[in-house]
């Protein structure tokens, strides 16, 4: 009861200085206005010398008129606003407890998290271990890459080892078949051998006198054949088969001087290579072609065909 009164009586105390600041405020203003009417000069009597000039106005009615209506149109001056006076002060209520209606509050946005701060060694460290895994992929790239080129490599030198090795077995299978064909031809020249010298060496018959009607000069026919098969089987007893195709022919002409020296040797139709045609040729200068016994159906110039198998070739 006591605090409500002296809340009262400090809120009368209150109130009372601006009622009392108003009231001094329009007492001052009416007191300067009565001194502003108080304080006009008194105005000046002129003194003109001359007689004085009476003057008489005349108005006529239509002037009268014209002011009158005038003075009607003309607008009326307004009215002084009445000086407003302090309102006696009115006893000021007794305060009343006023329940404030609650406000709602408006829900709190959440807060937002703060980022932690930016430690830059950690950063720098970060970056450093993202470097360092860079490299070691770039590095394992590179020796995967480097491991596939070996195996490619590798690989190559196999391929190529065994095209090698493929290469020495066919010359090995090549030289394996030569030797085996001039062990053949060995055993047939040595057969042939052993059969001429079983056979009775036939004797040279003379020359017949020339028979004036037809024949061949007196030249024995029989001879002439014995003549050409020595010549044959000489040939290819020289002849290195090894050197030569299979199957392709090579026709030659050879000249020989009497006892069966070979002189020149030319290639009508072959179709060895160069290392085959050397062959043909080394068989024909070799040794001498038969002489002795064939005298009278010797003949400078002999064509001969070399080719191997003899049975496979065009007769």
Request: with cysteine; proline share 11%; hydrophobic share 35%.
């Given at each position: 009861?006591?605090?409500?009164?002296?809340?009262?009586?400090?809120?009368?105390?209150?109130?009372?200085?601006?009622?009392?600041?108003?009231?001094?405020l329009h007492v001052?203003?009416?007191?300067?206005?009565?001194?502003?009417?108080?304080?006009?000069?008194?105005?000046?009597?002129?003194?003109?010398?001359?007689?004085?000039?009476?003057?008489?106005l005349v108005v006529?009615?239509?002037?009268?008129?014209?002011?009158?209506?005038?003075?009607?149109?003309?607008?009326?001056?307004?009215?002084?606003?009445?000086?407003?006076?302090?309102?006696?002060?009115?006893?000021?209520?007794?305060?009343?407890?006023?329940?404030?209606?609650?406000?709602?509050?408006?829900?709190?946005?959440?807060?937002?998290?703060?980022?932690?701060?930016?430690?830059?060694?950690?950063?720098?460290?970060?970056?450093?271990?993202?470097?360092?895994?860079?490299?070691?992929?770039?590095?394992?790239?590179?020796?995967?890459?480097?491991?596939?080129?070996?195996?490619?490599?590798?690989?190559?030198?196999?391929?190529?080892?065994?095209?090698?090795?493929?290469?020495?077995?066919?010359?090995?299978?090549?030289?394996?078949?030569?030797?085996?064909?001039?062990?053949?031809?060995?055993?047939?020249?040595?057969?042939?051998?052993?059969?001429?010298?079983?056979?009775?060496?036939?004797?040279?018959?003379?020359?017949?006198?020339?028979?004036?009607?037809?024949?061949?000069?007196?030249?024995?026919?029989?001879?002439?054949?014995?003549?050409?098969?020595?010549?044959?089987?000489?040939?290819?007893?020289?002849?290195?088969?090894?050197?030569?195709?299979?199957?392709?022919?090579?026709?030659?002409?050879?000249?020989?001087?009497?006892?069966?020296?070979?002189?020149?040797?030319?290639?009508?139709?072959?179709?060895?290579?160069?290392?085959?045609?050397?062959?043909?040729?080394?068989?024909?200068?070799?040794?001498?072609?038969?002489?002795?016994?064939?005298?009278?159906?010797?003949?400078?110039?002999?064509?001969?065909?070399?080719?191997?198998?003899?049975?496979?070739?065009?007769?």
């Open positions: 009861m006591h605090a409500e009164a002296i809340r009262q009586h400090e809120g009368n105390d209150e109130l009372l200085m601006p009622v009392l600041m108003a009231l001094a001052a203003i009416v007191v300067l206005l009565l001194l502003a009417g108080w304080w006009q000069p008194i105005p000046k009597v002129v003194s003109v010398a001359g007689p004085v000039v009476e003057a008489a006529s009615p239509s002037d009268v008129r014209v002011a009158e209506q005038a003075a009607q149109e003309a607008p009326k001056p307004a009215e002084r606003a009445p000086v407003e006076t302090a309102p006696p002060p009115q006893p000021l209520p007794a305060p009343q407890p006023q329940t404030a209606p609650e406000q709602v509050q408006p829900k709190p946005q959440e807060a937002q998290p703060e980022p932690a701060p930016v430690d830059q060694e950690a950063v720098a460290r970060l970056a450093l271990e993202q470097q360092q895994a860079e490299e070691r992929e770039e590095q394992e790239a590179k020796r995967r890459q480097e491991q596939i080129d070996l195996t490619e490599r590798e690989k190559q030198a196999e391929a190529e080892r065994k095209q090698r090795l493929r290469a020495q077995l066919e010359e090995i299978r090549k030289e394996r078949e030569a030797a085996e064909r001039r062990t053949k031809m060995e055993e047939q020249r040595l057969q042939q051998l052993a059969d001429a010298q079983a056979k009775p060496t036939p004797q040279p018959q003379p020359a017949r006198e020339p028979v004036q009607a037809g024949g061949n000069n007196g030249t024995d026919t029989d001879l002439a054949a014995r003549y050409a098969l020595a010549l044959h089987q000489t040939a290819q007893l020289n002849w290195n088969r090894a050197l030569a195709p299979e199957q392709v022919a090579c026709k030659v002409r050879f000249t020989q001087i009497p006892g069966g020296d070979v002189i020149d040797v030319q290639f009508l139709s072959c179709g060895f290579d160069a290392q085959g045609r050397e062959s043909v040729e080394r068989a024909l200068r070799r040794s001498p072609m038969p002489y002795a016994g064939f005298e009278p159906v010797f003949q400078r110039q002999i064509d001969l065909t070399f080719c191997y198998p003899e049975e496979a070739c065009p007769r």
